[in-house]
Each structure stands twice: as structure tokens, then as C-alpha cells.
């Protein structure tokens, strides 16, 4: 179900959790988003929705943690990565979703 705080991005991805960021950075996350999609699209069998959650976490909520889940031809490919920078946080979540269907 999707939540009325999600952002849904080209029917088959759906953010929740970033509704608080800056135009900027959303801007720029949406980019990132959009060219790893194409490539999981690419190496999936039956790439069905990727959903992404972005908390923020640690003392002071500096830190944040992104869980990225894929679901190919009915089978959950997921990810949790957390970190200082959250554009360096959100490509590494993706790009180990991709390096698992990659296998």
C-alpha cells in the first residue's frame, strides 16, 4: 500500500522518508535513482518496483540510512547502507541491489 508521504517516480519506484529534503537535493537523488533503475531494468529478469526508505539516524540525526528493496520476477533483492553523506549512502544501497542481480 502506498502511503500519502511516499514519492511515486515512473509507476514502478516509490521513495518514502525524503519528503523533508531540500528541492536540490531531491533533484539530484531522482537523477541518480532513474540511472541505476535503467541499468537494474536492464539486468533484471521481470524488474517489477524498487522501493527506497531514507531515515535519519545517529546522534543529532547526522547520519542517514537508506533500505532499498528491488523486487525482480517476484523475488526481493534488498539493501541497507548507512552513512555521513546521503548521495554517497544512496549509490551504494543501489549499486549492491545491482551487483546482487548481476549474479
Known amino acids: 500500500m502506498i502511503e500519502s508521504d511516499n514519492i511515486v517516480l515512473g509507476g514502478n ?3 518514502a522518508g ?10 539530484i537523488l531522482k537523477k ?3 540511472n541505476q533503475v535503467r541499468k537494474m ?3 533484471a529478469e521481470n524488474f517489477e518496483k524498487l522501493t527506497v526508505t531514507m531515515k535519519k539516524v ?5 547520519k542517514f ?3 532499498a528493496k528491488l523486487m525482480d520476477n517476484g523475488k526481493p533483492f534488498t539493501s541497507e547502507v548507512t ?9 551504494k544501497a543501489l ?3 545491482l551487483n546482487q542481480i548481476s549474479k
Open 41 to 43: 531494468s536492464d539486468t
Open 18 to 27: 525524503f519528503k523533508e529534503l531540500d528541492g536540490g537535493s531531491m533533484v
Open 32 to 34: 541518480m535513482i532513474g
Open 58 to 62: 545517529g546522534t543529532g540525526n547526522n
Open 83 to 91: 552513512d555521513f553523506n546521503l548521495f554517497f549512502t544512496m549509490d
Open 95 to 97: 549499486r549492491q541491489i
Open 13 to 15: 519506484i516509490e521513495l
Open 65 to 67: 540510512e537508506i533500505q
